[in-house]
Nanobody, 115 residues
Framework: QVQLVESGGGLVQAGGSLRLSCAASGSIFSANFVGWFRQAPGKQRELAAHITTSGRTIAVDSVKGRFVISRDNAKNTVYLQMNSLKPEDTAVYYC?????????WGQGTQVTVSS
C-alpha cells in the first residue's frame, strides 16, 4: 500500500505563488503516471499537470505558463509550483500516482486564492 501525502496549500492573494508537495511512500521514479488534479466547489475533479513516463511535463491549457510540475526521485516527492495564481485556481489539489493497475490518491490540500 502506497501513501501520498500532500502539503503546501493555503490562502494566497491573486498574483501570488504556492508550492505544493506530494511525498510518496513508494518509488515515484517507477510510477506509470504522476500528476496533480484539482477539484473546485461544485465542479468535477480535473487534471492540472502530469509527468509522463519519459519525464516530460504537461500542463493543461488553463494553467500552462503558470504551473510547473516536477519530481525529486531521490525524495520520492512530486511538486507543483503555482505562480500568478487566480481566484479561479481555488480548489482542493490532489496528488495522484499509478503503478500498473494500482491507483493512489492523496488526501488533498486546499488552495484558496483571494481577489
Amino acid at each position: 500500500q502506497v501513501q501520498l501525502v500532500e502539503s503546501g496549500g493555503g490562502l494566497v492573494q491573486a498574483g501570488g505563488s504556492l508550492r505544493l508537495s506530494c511525498a510518496a511512500s513508494g518509488s515515484i521514479f517507477s510510477a506509470n503516471f504522476v500528476g496533480w488534479f484539482r477539484q473546485a466547489p461544485g465542479k468535477q475533479r480535473e487534471l492540472a499537470a502530469h509527468i509522463t513516463t519519459s519525464g516530460r511535463t504537461i500542463a493543461v491549457d488553463s494553467v500552462k505558463g503558470r504551473f510547473v510540475i516536477s519530481r525529486d526521485n531521490a525524495k520520492n516527492t512530486v511538486y507543483l509550483q503555482m505562480n500568478s495564481l487566480k481566484p479561479e485556481d481555488t480548489a482542493v489539489y490532489y496528488c495522484n500516482a499509478v503503478w500498473g493497475l494500482r491507483n493512489y490518491w492523496g488526501q488533498g490540500t486546499q488552495v484558496t486564492v483571494s481577489s
